[in-house]
């Protein structure tokens, strides 16, 4: 039975890929392929949280329980909603699991390792899908989720705290390639010009050679706020007791206002000049080995270098 396993990144249109999935996976089961998450989730965010027991990244809802959980009983939660999805595996052949934690959250070789074995008891046969973006594109989305999740950072100090430290993809890619095998392991731009047939859609099912039709178009979520809205957002953040984020009044209406200024038209969030020559550096120094090994002919990858372009959508 064939797993395929979208692992991210972060910012590449993962939530619009999980949401429609999840909204639609009893049409797809009819195609053949089941689409695996977490329990009130829309995504599987458990399996990297059951490998890499000392991320600190909040789980968020459905997984309160889950949290607490010491290693062996998060492996065992993990391989409850497996064994439960396999139960009725005479109605499909291909299992879709997205989670962008995956790529961020297992840093080592031995934790993929780990996950090939834990999963190897339940798939015989892998396909692994990431999708990288350019450095700043990525800084300015994965900032504007940072201010909408609460955060108060600066743009530098969230570049040196958050960013960074999970930048060098080319050494994440090789990890997978050492486990999965490279010829398993689909790297696509997330790119305009880059997306087969010039959509996200189509793109994401030829990397996952999904010969099934689409149900839909992906619904864009998650939006980078604009650099008003940014500014107010993060001032309001200062402001805000820790004891009224954590109710579920505050929650709603968090989320209400932060859809409404995502939606807000002007000019993206700023990045100075200084600091878009310290990512474009320090991504390129980290990074230069995926032209060299991942290149293969094609110039699509050569995008996440170019210099002073925006490029995704």
Partial sequence: MKLIL??????????AIQQHFHAHKDAYWKFGLRYIHDEKRTDFRSLSSAINTEDRTVLGVGLSSFSKLGPIRRVEFVRS?????????W???????????????????NHIRQLKQLLSDFFSEFQIVVYLRHPVDSFRSSYSTHLKSGGTLSAPLFLNKNFLPRANHAQRLDYWAQMFGKQNVSLRV??????????????????????????????????????????KLRLLNFFIPERLRRTEWFCLRWDALVAEWSELEGPSIKVRESLQLRIESEYNTLNKGILRSWGD??????????????IAG
């Fill in 6 to 15: 979208h692992i991210g990144d972060i910012k590449t249109g993962t939530s």
């Fill in 81 to 89: 909603v497996l064994t439960e999805a396999l139960r009725h595996h």
């Fill in 91 to 109: 109605h499909w052949d291909t299992g879709l699991i997205s989670s962008e934690h995956l790529f961020y959250s297992l840093r080592t070789l």
């Fill in 190 to 231: 997330y790119a305009n010009e880059a997306f087969i047939g010039g959509s996200l859609e189509a793109d994401f099912f030829a990397a996952c050679g999904l010969a099934i039709p689409l149900v839909e178009p992906f619904m864009v979520k998650n939006k980078t706020l604009g650099a008003e809205a940014a500014a």
């Fill in 297 to 310: 002919g094609d110039d699509n990858l050569a995008l996440l270098f170019a210099k002073d372009k925006t």
